[in-house]
């Protein structure tokens, strides 16, 4: 592999030993997936990590996925990320609001779970542990909207498939999702080998979409309904690049992350051509990079494809809802206002726990501007730093429960751990909230589940049949 | 015990591995909450779900979900010590280039005959994995 003078000094141990080691794992990983170069990135997004766990303890193997085998050395070298001010480091939600360990009802103080008081010094100091080495502690899978801001063209390192699909697709940013060894020593030595997303010869579409009329004109502003639209487009990508025809003219950011986060437990590649939205596919020529091949498989999705998806993503055996998670990935603050308004002056079911994930930002505006407390005195809770799979993730929780969500990617990712789960509408989540059951509302029919097999639950394509996660 | 079988594929991690194999038809996270630190796999919906992958050589599609998948593959191997012995794909997935590279256990992919099929759970499997340019070798001797 080409290095320029400063990689090679890096390399060589000039820069000191933390951007030594970062160079040799990036060398080592370059020569394996043949990368002639590397680039320099302008935005890192690692995952959030334990520190201090005792390695005898149960709880060191429950949350210790592996982050600190990778970072400890960099910990015990005292390192820095990158000095280079053109790159920005975040990282992922972690395990709890770390101001509000005691808190009740919330994903890390519940009837299912409660965080152990070691795992949350160990998360504490995990937090910190990151933000001494520099990184911008966003603590959301959704930095790129209230924290770090890279721009067309810009070559990242994104850990969380989500956050990649909409830098790729929406933003024009060219990144993988990223080894979350690689993510880690790019912070370091501030580049990462030219390889897989960011060579643009393998950003070209393979398969086409073409969306009916009928789905632009009828789809609503719902998470719902873009994450169905993009679980319909996954579901049918076997690992290609989609470019998506007859999309709606504009596109909301909500609406954007909703039907992006497609990508994470359904695409290797985290890229669609929207066309006429996506940075440089403003026609299909133009995704194609020139002429369209004859030969691409062209796939027509109707409403019918999306309304599918409501009654697919289905693996709950009854309409009782124990938990209605809102906000994976993280809400928007626009959308926080919207829930509040659809849930003022109601109480949440006394069985029912809602939970509101949002990020930093969006969290104090929220406080701010009296939404938190609307949601907050309705009987829900909302948060940040965190995502409620975080702890689901590391203890069985059991598989006794229920849990609604609008969200796509929550299906496949956690819905391989053994409760049910039921996707849902944001109205029909704001019901479920209320009443504690499931109502089906959003179709002109209420949708019949009799039909739908348990676990897994979409068995007729190989690529839904596995859970999955970030 | 059947004829061995020798087939020849490209190297996507250096190194020497042998073991029983562990054939997955679904694709694999090494993510802990899909495969376990103790090694046991946990994916609700896969027939392996169950099983032990403690210095196995793992046979599988290609990698899904988490980008943790590699430093959760690097935990197995060298942090819990439950880990697969070597990894062998239709195509390795980068996530897991990464893994293997870091665990300094062999990853093949590229085999001149589809693995899934060449391969069953419980056959012994060599993999000599030298070097990025020349094929790697699969020795496989189905299960007695």
Redesign the interface.
């Known amino acids: 592999m080409k290095l320029t003078k400063y990689e090679q000094e890096m390399l060589d141990g000039a820069h000191g030993p933390a951007k030594q080691l970062a160079m040799e794992?990036l060398a080592?990983?370059g020569?394996?997936?043949?990368a002639e170069e590397m680039v320099k990135v302008s935005f890192v997004h690692f995952?959030g990590c334990v520190k201090g766990l005792s390695k005898t303890s149960p709880e060191y193997?429950?949350f210790?996925?592996?982050?600190?085998?990778?970072m400890e050395p960099f910990w015990e070298m005292g390192s820095k990320v990158s000095s280079d001010p053109n790159v920005v480091c975040t990282c992922d939600p972690f395990l709890l609001q770390i101001d509000a360990y005691e808190k009740e009802g919330t994903p890390w103080n519940n009837k299912y779970f409660k965080m152990p008081k070691t795992v949350y010094e160990a998360a504490r100091e995990g937090y910190k542990a990151l933000h001494e080495m520099g990184y911008l502690p966003s603590y959301s899978c959704t930095p790129h909207f209230n924290s770090a801001f890279p721009m067309h063209g810009d070559y990242a390192a994104c850990?969380?498939?989500s956050a990649a699909c909409y830098l790729n697709t929406i933003l024009g940013v060219k990144t993988?999702?990223?080894?979350?060894?690689?993510?880690p020593y790019a912070a370091i030595a501030g580049c990462i080998p030219k390889?897989?997303m960011l060579i643009d010869e393998n950003r070209l579409p393979t398969v086409i979409y073409e969306l009916a009329d009928e789905i632009k004109n009828n789809i609503v502003d719902d998470p719902g309904d873009w994450a169905a639209l993009g679980g319909a487009i996954a579901k049918r990508a076997n690992?290609r690049i989609p470019a998506v025809l007859n999309m709606p003219a504009r596109l909301r950011p909500s609406a954007g992350k909703a039907l992006t986060a497609c990508a994470?437990?359904g695409m290797?590649d985290p890229l669609l051509h929207l066309i006429g939205i996506t940075p440089g596919s403003k026609t299909l020529e133009d995704a194609f990079g020139g002429k369209v091949p004859k030969d691409v498989e062209r796939i027509h999705l109707t409403l019918a494809d999306v309304k599918a998806m409501y009654q697919e993503l289905h693996t709950a055996r009854t309409d009782k809802v124990d938990i209605v998670h809102m906000g994976c990935p993280l809400l928007l603050y626009e959308e926080i206002h919207q829930i509040a308004q659809a849930i003022e002056g109601k109480k949440v079911h006394k069985d029912t726990m809602l939970w509101v994930q949002t990020d930093t930002p969006s969290y104090y505006m929220a406080q701010h501007y009296g939404d938190a407390k609307i949601i907050e005195d309705a009987g829900g809770k909302i948060y940040h730093q965190t995502c409620w799979g975080m702890n689901a993730?590391?203890v069985d929780w059991g598989s006794d429960f229920n849990v609604a969500t609008n969200s796509f990617k929550q299906f496949k990712?956690f819905g391989?751990?053994?409760h049910g789960v039921i996707f849902a509408s944001l109205p029909e989540l704001i019901n479920a909230a209320v009443t504690g059951k499931y109502v089906s509302t959003r179709w002109e029919k209420p949708l019949d589940f009799t039909g739908v097999s348990y676990?897994?639950a979409v068995e007729d394509v190989?690529?839904f049949?596995?859970?999955?996660?970030? | 015990m059947g004829e061995k079988m020798v087939l020849k594929g490209k190297t996507?991690?250096?190194g020497r591995a042998e073991g029983e194999a562990l054939v997955s038809e679904?694709?694999?996270?090494w993510?802990?909450?899909?495969i376990?630190?103790?090694g046991i796999i946990k994916?609700?919906?896969?027939p392996v779900s169950g099983q032990n992958v403690k210095g196995k050589i793992v046979v599988y599609p290609?990698?899904?979900?988490?980008?943790?998948?590699?430093?959760?593959?690097?935990?197995?191997v060298?942090?819990?010590h439950n880990g697969p012995a070597g990894i062998i794909c239709q195509a390795v997935?980068?996530?897991d280039?990464?893994?293997a590279?870091?665990s300094q256990i062999p990853a093949v992919d590229g085999l001149d005959a589809d693995p899934l099929k060449a391969i069953k759970s419980g056959d012994w499997v060599t993999i000599e994995a030298d070097d990025?340019g020349n094929p790697a070798k699969v020795t496989v001797t189905p299960k007695g």
């Open positions: 794992g080592a990983f020569e394996a997936v043949g995952i193997q429950q210790e996925w592996g982050q600190g085998l990778v850990d969380e498939s993988n999702r990223e080894s979350a060894i690689m993510a390889y897989g690992n994470s437990p290797n993730l590391s990712i391989g751990l053994g676990h897994p190989d690529e049949l596995r859970p999955a996660w970030a | 996507k991690a250096k679904m694709p694999l996270s993510a802990p909450c899909s376990l630190n103790n994916m609700v919906g896969n290609t990698v899904t979900g988490s980008t943790s998948g590699a430093f959760g593959l690097l935990f197995k060298k942090g819990s997935h980068t996530i280039v990464s893994g590279i870091a990025y």
